[in-house]
């Protein structure tokens, strides 16, 4: 009798220290995984800014300070000079001009097409859609680069050379666009466009009211991907365009190369900054809504 009783009080005392360690050990993983994940964000903001640091340094120096090893990060002796260089010895301002008139246009095509083909994969019933959404991602498996010939020889025969529809064209498909927006549209609740069509709305209304105004943050995603990748597209511009009328900027900056000898990078970095400008100034205005806008789709209700 004693022996329980006493077996018994050993575990009424130590049966609550159980709980409590478990709940220490938790909390002390939760504060290394804390730790850990702090630390692998700072690794890739650093991995990330590092070479935007470089390069807005490297704008300021001379060709000497540029070439010299070790890599000196802080300029001895600051050049701005470097800027009206870029500006001057290129027609950087058409470059520039060239650049916002793709890059705008693209953007309207592409979001129109985009909203509108994936509104038609969500809403419309008509024979094959599921093959038609299969295609669409299968053209997102092919690279731009594998179609360059065959556009080219089309563009070519339709003596659109070295002009902005030329260069449109074959860049205003929007597989991702209608992917993106498809997997959104899926994602709002069936009870909000039932009650729509119930007073009546038609399908320009239906995508109007209710389907766009639920979608901003995805649509803030879709235009600020396109309007990037749109800004930074070299290749095609590249095969297109014979004289800096039409050549957009990231054609230009490989005009400011000195192929005979040593490029002066001072004025190529200076190009660099003043071209990644426009782009940073948006993406930082909207990158909020755009990383909400690429997450509202992935969980469903």
Same mark, same amino acid.
């Given at each position: ?6 077996? *018994? ?8 220290? $159980? #709980? ?18 702090? !630390? ?8 990330? &800014? ?29 050049? #701005? ?25 693209? $953007?309207?095509?592409?979001? %129109?097409? *985009? ?5 038609? !994969? ?20 092919? =690279? ?24 449109? !064209? #074959?860049?205003? $498909?929007? %597989? ?23 007073? $009546?709305? *038609?399908?320009?209304?239906? !995508? ?12 803030? &995603? ?18 297109? &365009? ?24 001072? =004025?190529?970095? %200076? &190009? ?30």
């Amino acid at each position: 009798m004693t022996e329980s009783t006493t077996s *018994g009080d050993a575990a009424s005392t130590t049966s609550p220290a $159980g #709980p409590d360690q478990r709940a220490k050990a938790y909390a002390r993983r939760k504060r290394v995984a804390t730790v850990f994940g702090y !630390l692998a964000m700072v690794v890739v903001v650093l991995l990330v &800014a590092l070479p935007l640091v470089w390069i807005l340094l490297a704008s300021f120096k001379d060709r000497s300070e540029i070439y010299v090893q070790p890599a000196v990060w802080w300029p001895s002796v600051w050049h #701005p000079e470097n800027y009206s260089e870029a500006t001057t010895s290129v027609p950087f301002w058409d470059f520039m001009r060239n650049s916002v008139i793709v890059t705008s246009i693209l $953007g309207v095509v592409k979001f %129109a097409l *985009g909203v509108l083909s994936a509104y038609g !994969l969500v809403f419309l019933r008509f024979p094959f859609k599921n093959l038609v959404f299969i295609v669409i991602i299968a053209a997102l498996m092919v =690279p731009n680069q594998i179609t360059s010939i065959t556009n080219y020889a089309f563009i070519a025969q339709l003596g659109l050379r070295n002009t902005f529809l030329g260069i449109i !064209l #074959p860049l205003a $498909g929007v %597989a991702f666009g209608t992917f993106l927006m498809r997997n959104h549209f899926l994602s709002i609740p069936q009870e909000i466009i039932e009650a729509a069509r119930m007073d $009546g709305a *038609g399908h320009f209304r239906l !995508l109007t009211r209710v389907v766009l105004p639920l979608s901003i943050p995805t649509m803030v &995603a879709f235009a600020l991907i396109t309007l990037v990748n749109e800004w930074n597209e070299y290749l095609w511009p590249f095969l297109m &365009a014979d004289d800096y009328t039409v050549a957009t900027l990231p054609v230009g900056l490989t005009q400011l190369q000195n192929n005979d000898g040593l490029t002066n990078w001072g =004025p190529v970095m %200076a &190009a660099t900054v003043l071209a990644m400008l426009p782009m940073l100034v948006v993406f930082l205005l909207l990158q909020r809504h755009m990383i909400k806008g690429l997450t509202s789709g992935a969980v469903k209700g």
